[in-house]
């Protein structure tokens, strides 16, 4: 059996500033009932994305300490049009949130940008280029 790959999860510092972060780019995250401690999302395609304090996840994995420098990995999000990609990480960056890179047209067709989550998480916007 192969195995399925349907949940990423997020390690936060401050759970409450991670989700306000999300919900600026459309995602609707849920507190667990249980602690609020872990939130989650479902996305379209069946897919789960979940984040979890770092007080909640530590417990669980003895030596883990937060990386440091770049991130590791990025979420990408794809949006309608380069405009949308522009005005997304205007309104990012003008809320307060680190620019990586700045709207670009990249050589592969796409208009492309990226911003960090308050973890320092790549956060990539991207839209296709008009044909040309």
Known sequence: ????MNT??????????????????????????NTSEHASCDLPGGL???????????????GWSAPSGGPRALLCFEFDSPAAVDAKYAE???????????PFDAF???RYATVTDPDGTGIDLY?????T
């Open 1 to 4: 059996m192969n195995p399925t």
């Open 8 to 33: 990423i999860d997020i390690v936060v510092s401050d759970m409450q500033a991670a989700i306000a972060f999300y919900a600026l780019l459309g995602l609707d995250f849920k507190l667990d009932p």
């Open 48 to 62: 789960h994305l979940m984040l979890d304090s770092e007080v909640f996840r530590t417990p669980f994995l003895p």
């Open 92 to 102: 990012l960056t003008r809320a307060g949130y680190r620019g990586l890179a700045e």
């Open 108 to 110: 592969w067709g796409m």
């Open 127 to 131: 839209a296709a280029l008009p044909a």
